[in-house]
């Protein structure tokens, strides 16, 4: 990793002298804090609803924002990065992500902090799919770039480990909103070093802009509809108006989609029976992965009682699982088809997901939590693998990078609609049992009432265990399609796996 590149940097290539393991730092470093950042606020989500108030519906918020951000947006800004310039944008995205980390640890309300959380959405969507295409301009073909590639791949699982337990470290020792301050140091070394980083050549073409607005208009009204139908009443006005205009945009969105001379979401890559399945299949997967975080880091600090730190390190046995089955997924996959192994890792998963549904207010950590975990993290870790070959595979050279990315976007927007949904179903169950369950808990906690407490908790317990039982079914859905879209073939002779979609 310490060959130099030898053209000139009108051509597109580094200049000579650049060391490419320097520049293959900062592209790590980059991919690194924004995988990073889906995870490390899971942490500090308990710490941050006391402090500021937040209510339990309003909570997912400050996860799916980021999220409906991010992949909202990541195909324009992968776009951008092609018509504008890979490295200007790359350091445009890295500058919005970094202020709006700052943003974040001042916010002084939920408002300001969802809104810095978009903002911090906005810059991933542009710094990861230029940082991906940045790999193509400055290494060569051949062993650098697969080198090059095999790293950023790993930051995508890494990051969500490192955000987990760094998260419980800054929540513990310092504050919550050390979890965005920590990005302005990184933010900055990587803006530093993108003096390294070789511009390319620009391409030809225009933004989608009317499809951005529309698809992530339309998502967004969707999610709200979701969480506010859950919080007030499923025939309240607004509810309802948020479900119309979601029809409306996503239709438009469509509309736009099969009209426009360079659609943000080519229709034609949905044309392949496995390819769509894959990407619905990534929906779920999503789903299940958000709600394992979000739902799990609730139930152990607010019924078991864990500081953050402690939950951070509870999730060892997921990162685990994760690394063991992805690393065996990426062997299997040049013998067996896609089929024959995300169909079992999605029953794997799935049957980890029945194991959190029996969840009780005193489960072991030992004999529970950690083998539940460990389980999910297998089927998890097996699915991801091949539903990103399926992706890709067989699409023309110039769709290969929209196509990868297409998947990330379904991972992180499945995960948004996902994680409205059973948070709305984790609430109605809980309120139904303790009115207002969320708020009783943290106010018997306040004056000392413990058997109010306790009967919040019970509630609150009850409340994510449903939610792992229709996590569960949306595991078993994605099975079904599998089964059903994917072709059962074997990959042709020295057929890689591309880079992982995004862990966090």
Excluded: C
Excluded at 295 to 313: A, D, E, R, W
Excluded at 374 to 397: I, N
């Amino acid at each position: 990793m310490t060959t130099t590149a030898a053209s000139a940097h009108a051509s597109g290539a580094p200049p000579a002298g650049r060391s490419l393991g320097w520049a293959l730092v900062v592209i790590a470093a980059a991919q690194l804090m924004v995988v990073l950042d889906g995870t490390i606020t899971n942490i500090a989500l308990p710490s941050i609803q006391t402090d500021l108030g937040v209510s339990a519906s309003t909570l997912a918020w400050i996860v799916n924002s980021y999220a409906l951000a991010f992949g909202g947006l990541l195909l324009l800004g992968g776009k951008a990065g092609d018509l504008f310039g890979r490295r200007r944008m790359f350091r445009f995205g890295i500058v919005v992500f970094t202020v709006a980390s700052i943003l974040g640890g001042f916010a002084t309300n939920e408002v300001l902090l969802i809104a810095a959380r978009v903002l911090q959405g906005v810059g991933a969507a542009v710094a990861a799919p230029t940082a991906l295409s940045l790999i193509a301009t400055n290494f060569p073909e051949g062993a650098p770039r697969n080198k090059a590639m095999g790293v950023y791949a790993a930051m995508a699982g890494i990051g969500s480990t490192v955000g987990l337990l760094l998260g419980g470290v800054l929540t513990d020792y310092l504050d919550w909103r050390w979890v965005f301050f920590v990005n302005v140091p990184i933010g900055i070394a990587v803006l530093l070093g993108t003096r390294l980083l070789a511009e390319g050549r620009p391409e030809h073409g225009r933004l989608d802009i009317p499809g951005a607005i529309t698809g992530t208009g339309g998502l967004i009204a969707l999610v709200y509809g979701i969480t506010r139908g859950g919080e007030h009443s499923w025939t309240d006005g607004l509810t309802l108006g948020s479900f119309v205009v979601a029809l409306v945009l996503l239709s438009l969105f469509l509309v736009f989609q099969s009209r426009v001379e360079h659609p943000m979401l080519p229709l034609r890559l949905l044309r392949d029976r496995g390819r769509a399945g894959a990407y619905v299949t990534m929906l779920f997967l999503g789903a299940g992965m958000f709600a394992t975080f979000y739902f799990l880091t609730l139930y152990l600090q607010q019924v078991l009682g864990y500081s953050p730190v402690k939950t951070g390190l509870a999730y060892l046995p997921f990162s685990i699982g994760m690394s063991i089955s992805a690393t065996l997924g990426s062997r299997l996959i040049s013998r067996w088809s896609a089929r024959r192994i995300a169909g079992p890792g999605l029953l794997v998963g799935a049957l980890g997901m029945l194991w959190f549904a029996t969840l009780e207010p005193d489960s072991s950590y030992a004999w529970h939590l950690a083998p539940a975990m460990f389980v999910t993290a297998l089927g998890l870790g097996a699915s991801f693998v091949p539903m990103t070959l399926g992706a890709v595979r067989g699409v023309a050279a110039q769709d290969s990078g929209i196509a990868s990315a297409l998947l990330n976007t379904a991972q992180q927007i499945g995960g948004a609609l996902g994680l409205a949904a059973l948070t709305t179903v984790a609430m109605m169950t809980a309120d139904d049992l303790v009115p207002d369950a969320s708020a009783t808990f943290y106010r018997a906690a306040a004056t000392g009432d413990a058997g109010l407490m306790s009967r919040a908790a019970e509630a609150l317990t009850e409340g994510y265990a449903t939610a792992y039982l229709v996590a569960a079914g949306l595991f078993v859905a994605g099975l079904v399609i599998t089964v059903i879209a994917l072709r059962d073939t074997r990959p042709t002779d020295g057929a890689g796996a591309p880079p992982a979609a995004h862990l966090g």
